[in-house]
């Protein structure tokens, strides 16, 4: 160091704490860094199992929907295409709706037609009670719990 002047720089890098050295790459160096071979070894397992897991949640969903496809009304022809996830979904919604309609219509209808013949004076032969067949007597029961019914359209 003579004349004053400052020494020369090693390296032409900025110092960075979170940079490599200078001449490495991430990928050479050392694991030794607080994680061992094991350590990744196990990481990797629980992201393989992980990865398992939601493969399988996958293929459950699918299978279930596949399932839904087959109940509900709509064109099973090879040359239709499949419904996609939120078609199937929405077209079963729909589809409950619908029956939970016509529920509704047929119970009004019986009491409509009970009340009628009541009113009328027609007596019904000896035996003969809407409220003892059992297709009638679940109409006639009300709604039962589940899923909820479709309001009734403006008339």
């Known amino acids: 160091m003579q004349g004053g002047q ?5 390296h032409c890098y900025p110092t960075d704490e979170n940079q490599p050295e ?6 050479q160096r050392p694991l ?3 994680k061992s071979k094991q350590k990744m ?19 459950d969903l699918n299978d279930a929907l ?3 496809r087959g109940v509900i009304p709509y064109a099973h022809s ?33 009491a409509y037609l009970q009340g009628t013949a009541t009113a009328a004076g027609i007596v019904p032969p000896p035996g003969f009670d809407l ?5 009638t007597a679940k109409l006639l029961q009300g709604p039962q719990p589940g ?3 479709a309001p009734d359209p403006p008339s």
């Open 6 to 10: 400052p020494p020369p720089p090693q």
């Open 22 to 27: 200078p001449g490495t790459s991430y990928a």
């Open 32 to 34: 030794g860094d607080g």
């Open 41 to 59: 070894r196990q990481g990797k397992n629980v992201r393989l199992n992980i990865n398992a897991r939601e493969r399988r949640r996958m293929h």
């Open 66 to 68: 596949d399932e839904l």
């Open 78 to 110: 090879p040359s239709v295409r499949k419904l996609s996830k939120i078609a199937t979904l929405l077209l079963a919604k729909n589809y409950i709706l619908m029956q939970a309609s016509a529920l509704e219509e047929l119970r009004r209808l019986v």
């Open 131 to 135: 409220a003892g067949m059992p297709a």
């Open 147 to 149: 899923p909820p019914t």
